[in-house]
């Protein structure tokens, strides 16, 4: 009898569809935890639904970056008891919060009036609703419980609806990408960065020690550190790390140059600079939210000075009252 289920409504904001895919990706284990656990009653990937049906569990991804995201993010509080923000994107803004240090004219005419293959005053319809910030869930609704990720890792996925179900003790913890990375922290003689398509990384050693650029020691392991285990660098999609999250003057370039500066002879101005040319792609995944913003280190402030803009209300918690799996 469905009476006994728990019903599990998911809806999508502005996101790239892969926290759904790795929804999905839990193949077999996804049909035996929602057969005989969970009646799934909306799924704009699977099922043609309109409406926002009652609901014991509300999952959200993508973030709020048009007035549509904000109307569709406030129906789902208000038929969801539990309402989970599902991925990087919900949590911190995900890689569209880059849009942050734009307005969103400045996105407009570079997308399609100055745009040499465009050249048009014409806005699609889609984009007309676009907010002038892109913004994390909890900007606009009331959060219960946040899982980070780009998208989640299965195993971290089934963790989180495990202990939603059942209130099992989670198995997550708050590790940055390094622990789950098998490459070893060397002292070398480097003295220069390497750009990320110069030369061959060796297989062993950590990026750090090999003079590339590498934030895996800034960055919340929700993905079990894929990228450095297949020999690309972790550029942070995951979000920050609960060091760089709970102390106020921990930051990712500060964080990152520290360890990379010990490891190697290349000075620490130099790591820090560096960081900055190529800052607007590794902040983007969290560049909407307070976390880094609130920072006396970060570099929003430089990008938007002349860009003032109005305050948006906000109903974030203080991240020591956040569930976060
Ligand atoms: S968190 Fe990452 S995978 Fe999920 S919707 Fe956002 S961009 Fe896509
Ligand atoms: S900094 Fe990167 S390469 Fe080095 S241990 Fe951490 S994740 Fe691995
Ligand atoms: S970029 Fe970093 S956080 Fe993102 S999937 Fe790769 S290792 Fe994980």
């Given at each position: 009898?469905?009476?006994?289920?728990?019903?599990?409504?998911?809806?999508?904001?502005?996101?790239?569809?892969?926290?759904?895919?790795?929804?999905?990706?839990?193949?077999?284990?996804?049909?035996?935890?929602?057969?005989?656990?969970?009646?799934?009653?909306?799924?704009?990937?699977?099922?043609?639904?309109?409406?926002?049906?009652?609901?014991?569990?509300?999952?959200?991804?993508?973030?709020?970056?048009?007035?549509?995201?904000?109307?569709?993010?406030?129906?789902?509080?208000?038929?969801?008891?539990?309402?989970?923000?599902?991925?990087?994107?919900?949590?911190?803004?995900?890689?569209?919060?880059?849009?942050?240090?734009?307005?969103?004219?400045?996105?407009?005419?570079?997308?399609?009036?100055?745009?040499?293959?465009?050249?048009?005053?014409?806005?699609?319809?889609?984009?007309?609703?676009?907010?002038?910030?892109?913004?994390?869930?909890?900007?606009?609704?009331?959060?219960?419980?946040?899982?980070?990720?780009?998208?989640?890792?299965?195993?971290?996925?089934?963790?989180?609806?495990?202990?939603?179900?059942?209130?099992?003790?989670?198995?997550?913890?708050?590790?940055?990408?390094?622990?789950?990375?098998?490459?070893?922290m060397v002292k070398s003689d480097q003295d220069t960065i390497r750009k990320p398509l110069s030369g061959v990384p060796n297989a062993t050693d950590c990026f750090l020690s090999q003079g590339y650029l590498c934030f895996g020691s800034a960055t919340l392991d929700r993905c079990m550190a894929p990228c450095p285990k297949s020999g690309v660098p972790c550029f942070s999609c995951g979000g920050p790390s609960e060091a760089v999250v709970l102390d106020p003057n921990k930051d990712v370039r500060t964080r990152v140059a520290n360890q990379m500066s010990h490891l190697t002879r290349i000075p620490y101005e130099t790591i820090i600079k560096e960081i900055e040319e190529q800052a607007k792609t590794h902040y983007a995944y969290a560049m909407a939210s307070p976390v880094f913003r609130h920072k006396p280190t970060f570099l929003y402030r430089k990008w938007t000075e002349e860009k003032p803009r109005k305050a948006e209300p906000m109903v974030y918690r203080k991240w020591s009252e956040k569930r976060c799996l």
């Open positions: 009898m469905n009476g006994e289920k728990k019903t599990l409504s998911i809806e999508w904001l502005s996101g790239c569809s892969g926290c759904e895919v790795a929804l999905l990706d839990l193949h077999d284990t996804l049909l035996h935890v929602l057969g005989n656990e969970v009646r799934l009653v909306r799924l704009p990937i699977l099922m043609d639904t309109r409406d926002y049906p009652q609901a014991d569990i509300g999952m959200i991804t993508g973030s709020i970056r048009s007035r549509h995201d904000i109307k569709a993010a406030q129906a789902m509080r208000k038929v969801c008891k539990t309402i989970i923000a599902f991925g990087t994107c919900p949590v911190y803004g995900g890689p569209h919060s880059g849009g942050f240090a734009n307005s969103s004219k400045d996105l407009l005419d570079c997308a399609f009036r100055d745009n040499s293959s465009t050249h048009t005053d014409t806005i699609p319809d889609q984009a007309e609703g676009l907010l002038d910030r892109t913004l994390p869930l909890d900007a606009k609704i009331t959060v219960d419980v946040y899982m980070p990720g780009c998208p989640p890792h299965p195993g971290h996925i089934l963790d989180g609806l495990q202990f939603l179900l059942h209130g099992r003790e989670q198995k997550i913890a708050q590790h940055p990408v390094c622990f789950n990375c098998d490459r070893n």
